[in-house]
């Protein structure tokens, strides 16, 4: 990490559901949260929690110098819609087999 740069990953205590273009996309009680400096907290859900036959993989990927590089899966009309880190950096482990959507509902 870089001086003033901070990642912390733990278990949300929270249930966390996405919704899109009315179908359950995931729905999980197992999902992580990972809060980093400059960005709002994002959930990470188990992959066995995410409807990923609903989803199209995408050839989209981009690199993060704290997480590694992710993929990105779509919807029809909504490219990019999920990512991942299938090889996550050693500080954010926990991230692999997760996928994290732009919005979700916290409950």
Same mark, same amino acid.
């Not at 740069?5 to 733990?10: A, D, K, S, V």
């Not at 990923?52 to 993989?57: A, E, H, Q, W």
């Not at 990019?80 to 990512?83: Q, S, T």
């Given at each position: 990490m870089t001086a003033g740069? !901070?990642? $912390?990953?733990?278990q949300s205590e929270r249930h966390v559901r996405v919704v899109h273009g009315g179908e359950v996309l995931a729905e999980?009680? !197992?999902?992580l949260v990972l809060r980093e400096t400059g960005c709002p907290p994002r959930y990470y859900i188990p992959s066995g929690d995410v !409807?990923? &036959? %609903? %989803? $199209?993989?995408s050839? $989209?990927?981009t690199h993060c110098p704290f997480k590694g590089t992710a993929s990105y899966w779509s919807r029809p009309g909504t490219a &990019?819609?999920?990512?991942a880190y299938p090889d996550p950096k050693p500080d954010v482990a926990g991230i692999k087999d997760h996928l994290c959507f732009y919005e979700v509902e916290v409950r």
């Open positions: 740069h !901070r990642i $912390t990953l733990e999980s009680d !197992r999902a !409807r990923l &036959d %609903l %989803l $199209t993989p050839d $989209t990927r &990019d819609l999920v990512w």
